[in-house]
T-cell receptor, first 110, second 115 residues
Framework: GNSVTQMEGPVTLSEEAFLTINCTYTATGYPSLFWYVQYPGEGLQLLLKATKADDKGSNKGFEATYRKETTSFHLEKGSVQVSDSAVYFCALSPDDKVIFGPGTSLSVIP | DSGVTQTPKHLITATGQRVTLRCSPRSGDLSVYWYQQSLDQGLQFLIQYYNGEERAKGNILERFSAQQFPDLHSELNLSSLELGDSALYFC??????????????FGNGTRLTVT
């Protein structure tokens, strides 16, 4: 079946630290991959996406590369800010449905 | 602002009761999705409508039902409520039928508390 696994949180980093949130998936075919972010008290927002192997999605300093050989889509940012504190969800869409991972909570401290 | 409006923001009710959650999608979006978010279950897909018709069904209980009206707004009806139904309920909308080519835009959710 289709599934998404994310590293467990919470993750706590100091401002300007390097961020990696791991995401691996199991899917049939060639799914599109997404990262969504949920800020406190809000709904999810699309952060970035990649629709085929080796595509790199990027937005607001965040990047993730679609790695078919390792079935991964790890989220990275070179220098996090306090305002990046949120919950990050990896998601995949193998067909007309979407499957979200459990989410990883990130706290960035000054 | 995602353009998706959900009402009410908070709802407190008793077990056994019935409630209706409402969602207005982003202008131009034809698909509406309902999700339930709880601490133990994470984000669970409930149901999707496209242009008034049911398109996909997820982990939606028989006590729950939804519909999408001609003006494209949607309502999620929850009946015979149990304590375990307490959660955040999100509505999302997208332009197309398929999520992979039409990202979702989420509302801010309705927090349901069943006492």
């Amino acid at each position: 079946g289709n599934s998404v696994t994310q590293m467990e949180g919470p993750v706590t980093l100091s401002e300007e630290a390097f961020l990696t949130i791991n995401c691996t998936y199991t899917a049939t075919g060639y799914p599109s991959l997404f990262w969504y972010v949920q800020y406190p008290g809000e709904g999810l927002q699309l952060l970035l996406k990649a629709t085929k192997a080796d595509d790199k999605g990027s937005n607001k300093g965040f990047e993730a590369t679609y790695r078919k050989e390792t079935t991964s889509f790890h989220l990275e940012k070179g220098s996090v800010q306090v305002s990046d504190s949120a919950v990050y969800f990896c998601a995949l869409s193998p067909d007309d449905k979407v499957i979200f991972g459990p989410g990883t909570s990130l706290s960035v401290i000054p | 602002d995602s353009g998706v409006t959900q009402t009410p923001k908070h709802l407190i009710t008793a077990t056994g009761q019935r409630v209706t959650l409402r969602c207005s999608p982003r202008s131009g979006d034809l698909s509406v999705y309902w999700y339930q978010q709880s601490l133990d279950q994470g984000l669970q897909f409930l149901i999707q409508y496209y242009n008034g018709e049911e398109r996909a069904k997820g982990n939606i209980l028989e006590r729950f039902s939804a519909q999408q009206f001609p003006d494209l707004h949607s309502e999620l009806n929850l009946s015979s409520l149990e304590l375990g139904d307490s959660a955040l309920y999100f509505c999302a909308s997208s332009e197309g039928q398929a999520f992979y080519n039409s990202p979702l835009h989420f509302g801010n959710g309705t927090r349901l508390t069943v006492t």
